[in-house]
Antibody, heavy 119, light 110 residues
């Protein structure tokens, strides 16, 4: 049974750095072809893909947010971490992590965590 | 990476068929057969409904089908049911292990 769960602060101040952790079970990120992505959704708005890390520790980022994002993994802990620097109120969103089994889609999602950026 | 274009809303009566379009470019939808579709009910995480343009994951009703022509992908829901009322998002691989989502479509069952 595949599960993913996001965790992190519910509230961050403008200019601060956000750190989110995705803890997963039911699969291994060391399996060839396996990937985990971060995706966000501002309230009432569309989904936005942010970043992906693959089984080989290669990392890929949204062009528009590349300078602010860092994705990493701890295979032994079954965790993927996303950091986003210089947070702004427009970054207020529900942040999801999702599994991508190498077929160009996201087949399992976490329940999401709402992050509000406000002073 | 500009968002893929979807109609803001589509509606239909129970039993009818509806189609949601998803228009991209030759750099994403037009270049790869890696278009997927997600259903999202209010307050819930998205659910994969279609992948690789037209494949259905196990457990997804065969009332959902996908297709693609050029830079436009489509999701068709046949035999519309009340439980199909939700937001739907398309997503395309955009090369170099990056992805782009659509603007989203609200489906209303009349």
């Amino acid at each position: 049974q595949v599960t993913l769960r996001e965790s992190g602060p519910a509230l961050v101040k403008p200019t601060q750095t956000l750190t989110l952790t995705c803890t997963f079970s039911g699969f291994s990120l060391s399996t060839s072809g396996m990937c985990v992505s971060w995706i966000r959704q501002p309230p009432g708005k569309a989904l936005e893909w942010l970043a992906l890390i693959d089984w080989d520790d290669d990392k890929y980022y949204s062009t528009s947010l590349k300078t602010r994002l860092t994705i990493s993994k701890d295979t032994s802990k079954n965790q993927v971490v996303l950091t986003m620097t210089n947070m702004d109120p427009v970054d207020t969103a529900t942040y999801y992590c999702a599994r991508s089994p190498g077929t160009g889609n996201f087949d399992y999602w976490g329940q999401g965590t709402l992050v509000t950026v406000s002073s | 990476q500009s968002a893929l274009t979807q109609p803001a809303s589509v509606s239909g009566s129970p039993g009818q068929s509806i189609t949601i379009s998803c228009t991209g470019t030759s750099s994403d939808v037009g270049s790869y057969n890696l278009v997927s579709w997600y259903q999202q009910h209010p307050g819930k995480a998205p659910k994969l409904m279609i992948y690789e343009v037209s494949k259905r994951p196990s457990g997804v009703s065969n009332r959902f089908s996908g297709s693609k022509s050029g830079n436009t992908a489509s999701l068709t829901i046949s035999g519309l049911q009340a439980e199909d009322e939700a937001d739907y998002y398309c997503c395309s691989y955009a090369g170099s292990s990056t992805f782009v989502f659509g603007t989203g479509t609200k489906v209303t069952v009349l």
